[in-house]
């Protein structure tokens, strides 16, 4: 949620007119209150009534900004999809595609993203419907990245496009990869038992891109 689980909302709106910017707030306001009490109760035990409470909003209201409770705690996913999109877009010429997703990971990661990151990644692991939605935005992730992919390639030849969009698929997939893999079990367990938790997670991290980008051949180096 916003200001405090890693998928939120573009904090911006600069840009935005009086009435967007209420709408803004109100959306803000109604995921505030919604992350709160997804931390003290669990996302299961949590209504969109009692969403609408803690925002002093009505449940029509709530309903507006977002559809299902499920929405409320990936508010951010269309910003973070989009994020990646403009990494790859505008890399470093040179840079593969992975290598920009990995720069634009490495740039996010500070002790305050480790800490939401954990609160989300609880937060899901103790839900069935979270991790169901959670699967979805890999999905919506890798076929969005692929199709990004496929468009730089400019095939004209239907057969050489055919093999660009399946290069493209096996590339998002491995970008996609890696913060799928931050939320498995395995990794969860590793940096939890490690004494030194942001030090693990870096050599992880490093490790997994290593690992990703064909550097290293052995899993155990990406543990």
């Not at 911006?12 to 109760?41: M, N, S, T």
Request: aromatic content about 6%; cysteine-free; glycine content about 4%.
């Amino acid at each position: 949620m916003l200001a405090v689980q890693p998928l939120s909302v573009d904090p911006g709106g600069q840009h935005l007119g009086l009435r967007e910017r209420k709408k803004l707030a109100a959306r803000r306001r109604i995921a505030e209150a919604a992350h709160d009490l997804f931390v003290a109760r669990g996302f299961d035990h949590v209504t969109m009534a009692d969403v609408a409470a803690a925002a002093e909003m009505s449940v029509k209201t709530v309903f507006n900004y977002f559809g299902t409770k499920e929405d409320l705690a990936f508010e951010g996913e269309d910003w973070i999809i989009a994020t990646w999109l403009n990494a790859i877009r505008h890399r470093p010429a040179g840079d593969t595609p992975l290598q920009a997703v990995s720069t634009l990971i490495a740039a996010a990661v500070d002790a305050d993203m480790v800490a939401r990151l954990d609160a989300f990644a609880d937060l899901v692991a103790a839900s069935t419907d979270l991790q169901s939605r959670l699967r979805l935005l890999w999905a919506r992730l890798e076929s969005a990245v692929a199709r990004l992919l496929v468009a730089e390639h400019d095939a004209t030849d239907p057969a050489d496009e055919g093999r660009a969009l399946a290069a493209a698929r096996v590339e998002a997939a491995r970008i996609v990869a890696l913060p799928r893999l931050y939320f498995s079990d395995e990794v969860r367990a590793y940096l939890a038992e490690s004494p030194d938790r942001d030090t693990a997670l870096a050599d992880w991290l490093a490790g997994a891109i290593a690992t990703l980008s064909g550097v290293v051949g052995s899993p155990a180096d990406a543990r």
